[in-house]
Every structure is written in C-alpha cells, then in structure tokens.
C-alpha cells in the first residue's frame, strides 16, 4: 500500500490554551490506498421522504431485507485522503474510531471548559501516542459515494492502513485499537484481521436485536437539505439526526449530562453519516473469532442503540463474539448513555481503560 504524509502544524493558539497536552499534536491528511469489495446498495435516497422510508425498513418487527442486491463485488481499489490528528511520543500508541452521527470531535471536544471530557488529553497524560481520525464522507476526510465507497469492509481496510501508517509515524511498539460505536465494530474487525495488542469498546453490545428504538429515534433527515451550508457537497444518501432532541434521545441519558455538551455534540462534533454503512456491517458481521488480543467492553447503563436503554445482564453475549480472545472484560453499569465520554463519569471511565490496557502492558 502507498502512504504518503503532510503534516501541517497545529497552530490554533486557542485550542492550545484550552488544552495545553494539545502542543504535542497534528492535524495531518494522510492518503491512503486500499482494495476492497463492493456490495450493492439498492436504497435510493433523495429527501426526507426517503429517509423516513428507509427508518421504517430498518426500524420494522419483521425486519424487511436489507438493501443489498446480489454479491459481493470483486476489490475495487481507491484512494481516500484521511483526515487525522496524530498526537504524543509514547511507545503505547491508541488509535480512535468514532460513531455515526459524529466525528473525531468526539475524543476532543473544542468546546469551553470540556478538559473533563477529553479521551486524547487524558490518554496523553496517561503517556500514549494517540491517532484519531474522520471516517471516510466525515468531517476533515475526503467525501466518497454514500452507497459505493462509504461500507464497512472498506473502512476497516482504512483502519487497517492508518493503524500501519501511524505505527510507524510514532514507532510504537505496542497498539490499541479503541472504537465507539459503528466506530467499536470496525475496531473489532480490524483486530479480527491484524494483530494488535488490546482493543476497547464502547457504545457496543455486539448485538443488533434492540436497534430499532435507535433508528427510528434518531429521526433521520437528508444532510445537504438540512444544512445546505455545512453539508451541501455531500450526495442525499448521507443522513444526520433531526434534531438536538432527537440527538440526545439515542446519545444521552438525563440526569447524567450537561444540556451544554448535547448542544455542542449536534452542532460541532455530529456530523452525517452514509446510507451504505449499517446494511453494509449488518450483511458483514458474524462473530470475531479471529480476534486473540484482550478485549475491554465499557458501556454506559442506559445506552439505547447497544442496549435498549439498559445494558445490565446483556453484555454476556457480547463475551460470546469473541471465542478466541485472550480475554473479554465487561462493564456494563456506568450511569450514562451512548456517548459515554460525553457524560459526567467520562474521567472514571477514562481510568477504567487505562488501568486495562496498563494491565495489558499497553
Ligand atoms: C423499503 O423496503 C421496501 C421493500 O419492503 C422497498 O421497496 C423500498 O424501496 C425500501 N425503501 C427504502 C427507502 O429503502
Ligand atoms: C445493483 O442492483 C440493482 C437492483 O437489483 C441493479 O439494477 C444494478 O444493476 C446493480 N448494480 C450492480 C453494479 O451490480
Ligand atoms: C466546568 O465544568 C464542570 C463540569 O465539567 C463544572 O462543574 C464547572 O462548574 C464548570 N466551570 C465553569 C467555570 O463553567
Ligand atoms: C522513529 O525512529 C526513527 C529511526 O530510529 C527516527 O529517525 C525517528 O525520528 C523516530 N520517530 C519518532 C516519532 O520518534
Ligand atoms: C487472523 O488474524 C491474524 C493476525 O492476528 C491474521 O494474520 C490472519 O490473516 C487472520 N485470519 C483471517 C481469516 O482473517
Ligand atoms: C472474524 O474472523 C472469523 C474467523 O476467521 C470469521 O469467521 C469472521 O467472519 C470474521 N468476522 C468479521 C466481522 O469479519
């Protein structure tokens, strides 16, 4: 594969201030070129019409059959220009996947007095190496197709490739991979391909069988009409949630956040997300046995798309996924919701990882 770097420094002397472990980071563009096949996603979206068309599919009793036609493809190669924010000199190097809705903000939120929930300065401190990095159509990367280009088995090659690339950039000897959300299962894929040394996952259950409150919850609407200035170079099949109301239902559990960080969640770090994701990982997930490193779960209680709303005595199946690994720890019970580092027990369970993967040798 071909890597290439352009580093820019990080110059903003605001964020700086506001973060002072900010110093040691980049904002970089890194291309990256991967072979991938394609399956063929059959939902056509162009309005709201549509997207609540598709809610309703994803969202029925009897689920209706995913939007998938035929196999599939033969690898396609392409070349995606990634945008990522490399920070740290530690050996131990945490590479970070957000979720749908969201964006690389979520790990470090650019908003006032926010420390408390900042994963990269709390892993900086903690003396890691840090990459995180907007998923391919997100935030800093390049746009692609929301149906050919934006799938699951094609963004873990891409997690595949930036954890590679950022190995060498920081010549760590050990790697975590660290996933929220969609964000966890591409963590688990790609540690059920390469071999990495522990992997952490939030906002996960391993389990699809309480989705359907989240979709339809999120209320999904079509992005470039909903905000035609911030998202109107993207096609109609990227979709974002409705509103901060709507946001919060999937994301957050009252009374265990600030209304201030929902509000910044969906106007800065909420970013749309495309319609070939989820059909795409729900065709392509089974188990990951192939994983052998340790594996942490960490869940906020009352989580809706993982759980439900309560993770308490469901993570057991979760441990299931994982048959091979050397070994799964869960914790199921932290009073939050979805995004857990958003919450106000974000530094307890900031903690929690670290004294995992310290325990890991990571
Ligand atoms: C919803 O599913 C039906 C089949 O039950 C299909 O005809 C329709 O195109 C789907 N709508 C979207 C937007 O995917
Ligand atoms: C994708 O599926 C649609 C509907 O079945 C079909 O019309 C189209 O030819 C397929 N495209 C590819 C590239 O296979
Ligand atoms: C900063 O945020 C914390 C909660 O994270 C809060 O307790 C504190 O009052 C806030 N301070 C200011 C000056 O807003
Ligand atoms: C990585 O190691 C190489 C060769 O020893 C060295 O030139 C480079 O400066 C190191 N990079 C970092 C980020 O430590
Ligand atoms: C299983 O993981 C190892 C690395 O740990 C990798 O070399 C191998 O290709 C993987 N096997 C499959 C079937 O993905
Ligand atoms: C993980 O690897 C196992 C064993 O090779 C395989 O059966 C499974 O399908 C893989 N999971 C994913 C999500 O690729």
């Not at 509000?263 to 070939?276: D, I, L, N, Q, T």
Request: aromatic share 10%; hydrophobic share 45%.
């Amino acid at each position: 594969m071909l890597y290439q770097l352009i580093a820019f420094v990080f110059l903003s002397s605001n964020l700086i201030q506001a973060h002072p472990t900010r110093s040691k980071c980049e904002d970089i563009q890194i291309p990256i070129t991967i072979s991938s096949p394609r399956f063929n996603i059959t939902t056509s979206i162009e309005n709201d019409w549509d997207a609540v068309a598709l809610t309703f599919n994803l969202s029925r009793r009897d689920s209706v059959p995913l939007p998938i036609s035929g196999a599939l493809s033969d690898p396609v190669t392409s070349t995606y220009t990634i945008g990522a924010t490399l920070c740290g000199g530690g050996s131990s190097l945490l590479v970070l996947t957000h979720g749908i809705i969201e964006s690389k903000k979520y790990w470090s939120p650019d908003l006032e007095n926010s420390s408390a929930y900042n994963f990269i300065s709390a892993a900086l401190n903690a003396g890691y190496s840090v990459l995180s990095y907007d998923r391919i159509g997100v935030g800093t990367s390049s746009p692609v197709d929301s149906h050919h280009d934006a799938q699951f088995q094609v963004e873990t090659q891409v997690l595949n490739a930036l954890t590679t690339h950022a190995r060498h950039a920081t010549n760590a000897t050990k790697t975590a991979l660290i996933g929220h959300s969609y964000g966890a299962y591409l963590s688990a894929a790609s540690a059920n391909l390469t071999s990495v040394d522990a992997v952490v996952l939030s906002g996960f259950s391993g389990s699809f069988a309480n989705f359907a409150p989240f979709v339809a919850g999120a209320s999904w609407r079509v992005a470039k009409l909903q905000d035609p200035e911030r998202w109107g170079h993207l096609d109609a099949g990227y979709l974002v949630s409705a509103d901060v109301f709507a946001e919060t239902y999937v994301y957050f559990a009252a009374p265990y956040f600030e209304q201030r960080v929902a509000e910044w969640s969906y106007a800065v770090s909420g970013e749309p997300f495309a319609v070939g994701e989820l059909p795409s990982l729900l065709a392509t997930y089974d188990n990951f046995d192939n994983v052998t490193a340790p594996v942490l779960i960490v869940q906020g209680q009352f989580d809706v798309s993982a759980c439900g709303g309560d993770c308490v005595g469901l993570l057991g199946e979760a441990r299931k996924l994982f048959g091979r690994a050397r070994l799964v720890e869960t914790v199921e019970d932290l009073p939050a919701g979805h995004n857990l580092n958003l919450h106000k027990v974000a530094p307890k369970a900031f903690q929690m990882i670290f004294d995992f993967l310290a325990a890991q040798g990571v």
